[in-house]
């Protein structure tokens, strides 16, 4: 079966004229006005419309009007048919939406040509709108393949840092939890909250280049091994800045120590000119911290890290994160944020 055009004339005719002159390449089916062209699109959809400009009721430029307007018809192509020569009609039936022109009388040559021509550039079109959709939903599946896989590296990396210490299994999973969690409270877009998540999983990688026996002694440590401890949040950002296809991705492991009133480490920022995104992690992580099991104590009751944190606000941390995470203490009346009982499955 060939290619289904629809002639709308109210000339019978015509009809027969068109028809006679496309039905050797074509299957060509005949309406004599708009309202019937309407009932028959309603049942089958053609490949080309063939459109009399002039007819009662319904003209040609109220008929393309509702086929452009409709998103079932809007995509079929439509020449227009007139047997006048007005350049005023022809723009606006452009305007309109119209493919081309065609003037009667009409020769049979060229009417067989311009209707093989659009429908040749229709299907041009029409595959080519397929292989970007193809080629956009490929490269969206690639997108989200190396995203997990970057993802199911960060955690893996997190895992072996937090190997390092036996007290603080899971614990860079949690603050980066955590912190999305604040960034959501806080009305932060979903791209945010990622960004931070992945900001979180990865803080404290540079405790790769701290010695174990350092993070996992129970003895008071000297300054010397504190300074060492100091150290990590200067190599976690020199190893995260030469990853390029994550911008900033150092933020949370650099200044996560910083403290609001100035005091913390590696650069002594204050304030907000610490970057909003560690301010963040710093609230999270401080939480984990005393939410979690140590070689010299054991978690600390619920009351107790709210405490610490009201006391903290402003000084510590940035009051308005630091109130965020007092929020969800609140809301958490079981206590269930907290080491062991907290068991996140990422985003």
Same mark, same amino acid.
């Given at each position: 079966?060939?290619?289904?055009?629809?002639?709308?004339?109210?000339?019978?005719?015509?009809?027969?004229?068109?028809?006679?002159?496309?039905?050797?390449?074509?299957?060509?089916?005949?309406?004599?006005?708009?309202?019937?062209?309407?009932?028959?699109?309603?049942?089958?959809?053609?490949?080309?419309?063939?459109?009399?400009?002039?007819?009662?009721?319904?003209?040609?430029?109220?008929?393309?009007?509702?086929?452009?307007?409709?998103?079932?018809?809007?995509?079929?192509?439509?020449?227009?048919?007139?047997?006048?020569?007005?350049?005023?009609?022809?723009?606006?039936?452009?305007?309109?939406?119209?493919?081309?022109?065609?003037?009667?009388?009409?020769?049979?040559?060229?009417?067989?040509?311009?209707?093989?021509?659009?429908?040749?550039?229709?299907?041009?079109?029409?595959?080519?709108?397929?292989?970007?959709?193809?080629?956009?939903?490929?490269?969206?599946?690639?997108?989200?393949?190396?995203?997990?896989?970057?993802?199911?590296?960060?955690?893996?990396?997190?895992?072996?840092?937090d190997a390092k210490d036996r007290y603080t299994n899971g614990h860079s999973l949690r603050v980066a939890m955590y912190s999305k969690e604040i960034a959501r409270r806080c009305g932060m877009s979903k791209r945010e909250q990622?960004?931070?998540?992945?900001?979180?999983?990865?803080?404290?990688?540079?405790? !790769? /280049? #701290?010695? %174990?026996?350092?993070?996992?002694?129970?003895? =008071?440590? $000297?300054?010397?091994?504190?300074?060492?401890?100091?150290?990590?949040?200067?190599?976690?950002?020199?190893?995260?800045?030469?990853?390029?296809?994550?911008?900033?991705?150092?933020?949370?492991?650099?200044?996560?120590?910083?403290?609001?009133?100035?005091?913390?480490?590696?650069?002594?920022?204050?304030?907000?000119?610490?970057?909003?995104?560690?301010?963040? !992690? /710093? #609230?999270? %992580?401080?939480?984990?911290?005393?939410?979690? =099991?140590? $070689?010299?104590?054991?978690?600390l009751p619920q009351e107790v890290v709210r405490s610490e944190l009201e006391n903290g606000k402003g000084s510590q941390f940035d009051p308005v994160f630091a109130e965020v995470m007092i929020q969800m203490i609140d809301d958490?009346?079981?206590?269930?944020?907290?080491?062991?009982?907290?068991?996140?499955?990422?985003?």
């Amino acid at each position: 079966m060939g290619q289904l055009i629809l002639v709308i004339d109210d000339s019978e005719f015509n009809l027969k004229v068109v028809k006679d002159m496309l039905k050797e390449s074509f299957q060509v089916e005949c309406v004599n006005s708009g309202e019937a062209a309407f009932e028959y699109l309603r049942r089958q959809i053609p490949d080309l419309i063939l459109l009399d400009l002039h007819m009662p009721v319904m003209n040609g430029f109220e008929v393309i009007r509702r086929l452009k307007a409709d998103s079932v018809w809007k995509e079929i192509p439509v020449v227009m048919l007139t047997a006048d020569g007005d350049r005023d009609n022809e723009v606006r039936c452009f305007e309109l939406g119209a493919m081309d022109f065609i003037t009667k009388p009409i020769i049979s040559q060229v009417m067989l040509q311009r209707v093989s021509r659009i429908l040749k550039l229709t299907r041009l079109q029409k595959f080519l709108q397929f292989e970007v959709e193809e080629q956009t939903r490929r490269a969206e599946d690639r997108r989200r393949q190396v995203e997990q896989l970057s993802e199911e590296i960060m955690k893996t990396l997190a895992s072996t840092i937090d190997a390092k210490d036996r007290y603080t299994n899971g614990h860079s999973l949690r603050v980066a939890m955590y912190s999305k969690e604040i960034a959501r409270r806080c009305g932060m877009s979903k791209r945010e909250q990622k960004e931070i998540y992945h900001m979180g999983l990865l803080h404290d990688i540079g405790k !790769i /280049g #701290v010695p %174990d026996t350092i993070i996992n002694k129970r003895d =008071k440590l $000297s300054e010397e091994e504190y300074e060492a401890i100091r150290q990590h949040p200067k190599i976690g950002s020199d190893i995260l800045k030469t990853i390029q296809q994550i911008p900033d991705i150092m933020v949370g492991a650099r200044w996560h120590h910083e403290r609001f009133d100035g005091t913390g480490y590696p650069d002594g920022l204050k304030g907000l000119d610490i970057p909003e995104y560690a301010r963040i !992690i /710093g #609230v999270a %992580d401080a939480y984990d911290a005393m939410t979690s =099991k140590r $070689s010299y104590r054991d978690i600390l009751p619920q009351e107790v890290v709210r405490s610490e944190l009201e006391n903290g606000k402003g000084s510590q941390f940035d009051p308005v994160f630091a109130e965020v995470m007092i929020q969800m203490i609140d809301d958490d009346i079981r206590y269930t944020m907290r080491e062991k009982d907290f068991l996140p499955k990422g985003i």
